[in-house]
């Protein structure tokens, strides 16, 4: 996966729990972003960072937190987990911020499945 | 409400036929990607269209970016069962920010 580790891949836990799943890449990329996969809804951006403790929300980040101390680590963590937070997350890294220029591209790692019971 | 739309939802080929598929928005995208998505995997880049009316090729694969660039569209060659896959496209537009906005994607199966 082009240098980029998800752990762990499958978790099954409850609701109420807390969990953290762990993003690491060896690219030394600037940009990472946390993306959740549902059916019907395509990819939908969580958080993503632009640089060590630089972090910025996405399109669906309610009930999600991250962070990033170090370049090839990026963190989400779901403080109480539900069960609306089934889904499979995937973090992508980008060399580049740019998205209109065509010069941005996503790689993304293998997936982290999140089952909350 | 979904940004980009893609139809169809799914699709199921024989090998040696051709395929097209699409990708829908009412918003103007500085940029498209395509992506495959195999299970269990993340998706891989195949493509990024900017200039409205672009045509791409990759080998069996053709894309398009609409003139407006509005919608897209990939047509697949002779298609092989290692064409099989989830299709996603993904545009980049400065109002929706840092953020590619990905459609559901189109399911394909090729059958041998």
């Known amino acids: 996966d082009a240098g980029i580790t998800q752990s762990p891949r499958h978790k099954v836990t409850e609701t109420g729990t807390p969990v953290t799943l762990r993003c690491h890449q060896t690219e030394n990329h600037r940009y990472m972003y946390w993306y959740r996969q549902d059916p019907g809804h395509g990819l939908r951006l969580i958080h993503y960072s632009y640089g060590v403790k630089d972090t910025d929300k996405g399109e669906v980040s309610d009930g999600y937190s991250v962070s990033r101390s170090k370049t090839e680590d990026f963190l989400l963590t779901l403080e109480s987990a539900t069960s609306s937070q089934t889904s499979v997350y995937f973090c992508?890294?980008?060399?580049?911020?740019?998205?209109?220029?065509?010069?941005?591209?996503?790689?993304f790692g293998a997936g982290s499945r999140l089952t909350v019971l | 409400t979904q940004l980009l739309e893609q139809s169809p939802q799914f699709l199921s080929i024989q090998e040696g036929e051709n395929l097209t598929v699409y990708c829908n928005s009412s918003s103007v995208f500085s940029s498209l990607q395509w992506y495959r998505q195999e299970p269990g995997e993340g998706p891989v880049l195949l493509v990024t269209?900017?200039?409205?009316?672009e045509v791409k090729k990759l080998k069996r694969l053709t894309f398009q970016f609409g003139d407006a660039r509005k919608d897209s569209s990939l047509h697949i060659t002779a298609a092989q069962p290692g064409d099989t896959g989830l299709y996603l496209c993904a545009g980049a537009s400065r109002e929706y920010g840092q953020n590619f906005v990905f459609g559901p994607g189109t399911r394909l199966s090729v059958l041998p």
């Open positions: 992508a890294i980008s060399e580049t911020g740019d998205l209109f220029s065509g010069a941005n591209v996503l790689t």
């Open positions: 269209v900017v200039t409205g009316g």
